[in-house]
């Protein structure tokens, strides 16, 4: 079994709609969650962060976490054009290495 | 501007030959990491280094070596050991590699293709 699983999809989805992006991991251990967005053909860079279980909102994004299930998830709402990408679900422990897990990413296409 | 720089874009390698991949940063971070990017299996990371002079294998790293002789740099070399190099590689650099939110920031990638 992997540490991460994520459905790397493709997803379409029409402009405006909310958009559910999902993890599972396996490690307990795991305390924080990145979410990173991905270009074609560019480096990933970090969309938001959260520590542990609970909410975290950034404009039309908002980070979910619950631990008892061991479910990441990435909502977008009013998704537009430009947030067409990949995203990577990456957790990681607190230990002494900054090593992220990636998931394999879900390729998102918002159809204008 | 602070960044990750990678070059080349791409690069193209023939049967039993050595390239190395350049990666510099200006972030002034003291870790930094390789990772290779396959269609359908994510982020795999090939090397890591948390100080100049020191580092450690990933989870990939056969068939690659790393040096890191000043803090800004890390090359990495694909050998002729690397029998399945076309994937695209990713730089990454952080503060450190302690725990915490302590995120990795990425470069924009090198695309090395065998001929």
């Known amino acids: 079994q992997k540490e991460v699983e994520q459905d790397p999809g493709p997803l379409s989805v029409p402009e405006g709609a909310i958009v559910s992006l999902n993890c599972t991991y396996s490690?307990?251990?795991?305390?924080?969650f990145m979410w990173y967005r991905q270009y074609s053909r560019k480096g990933p860079e970090l969309l938001m962060y959260t520590y542990s279980s609970g909410n975290k909102e950034d404009g039309r994004f908002t980070a979910q976490v619950d631990k008892s299930s061991k479910y990441i998830s990435l909502f977008i709402r009013d998704s537009q054009p430009s947030d067409s990408a990949t995203y990577l679900c990456a957790p990681k422990s607190g230990g002494a290495t900054n090593k992220l897990i990636f998931g394999t990413g879900t390729l998102l296409a918002v159809q204008p | 501007d602070g960044g990750i720089t990678q070059s080349p874009k791409y690069l193209f390698r023939k049967e039993g030959q050595n390239v190395t991949l350049s990666c510099e940063q200006n972030l002034n971070h003291d870790a930094m990491y390789w990772y290779r990017q396959d269609p359908g299996q994510g982020l795999r990371l090939i090397y890591y280094s948390q100080i100049v002079n020191d580092f450690q294998k990933g989870d990939i790293a056969e068939g690659y070596s790393v040096s890191r002789e000043k803090k800004e740099s890390f090359p990495l070399t694909v050998t002729s050991a690397q029998k399945n190099p076309t994937a695209f590689y990713l730089c990454?650099?952080?503060?450190?590699?302690?725990?915490?939110?302590?995120?990795?920031?990425f470069g924009p990638g090198t695309r090395l293709l065998v001929l």
């Open positions: 490690n307990s251990a795991f305390q924080y």
């Open positions: 990454a650099s952080s503060r450190s590699t302690a725990g915490g939110w302590e995120t990795q920031y």
